[in-house]
């Protein structure tokens, strides 16, 4: 998995969102969808790096198309 070091889980929140993503429900964990895909972001700040990675990798965007949303 490809590692995306330092970004901040309100910021990964807006970039899946511009993705197509919404949120579903917020408690620990912010619980987003797209109809087809659940993702489930921690409120870490920063996101650990390999988990953002395992994120990316589940909402099938690349690195590339992830950081062009950030």
Do not use: Y
Not at 4 to 30: C, M, S, W, Y
Not at 31 to 57: E, K, Y
């Amino acid at each position: 998995m490809t590692r995306i070091p330092g970004v901040n889980h309100l910021d990964v929140v807006r970039a899946l969102e511009k993705a197509g993503f919404t949120v579903v429900r917020q408690g620990k964990h912010i619980v987003m969808s797209n109809g087809v895909r659940i993702l489930t972001i921690p409120r870490h700040n920063p996101v650990n790096a390999f988990t953002l990675g395992g994120i990316v990798a589940d909402a099938a965007l690349t690195v590339e198309e992830f950081r062009a949303l950030l």
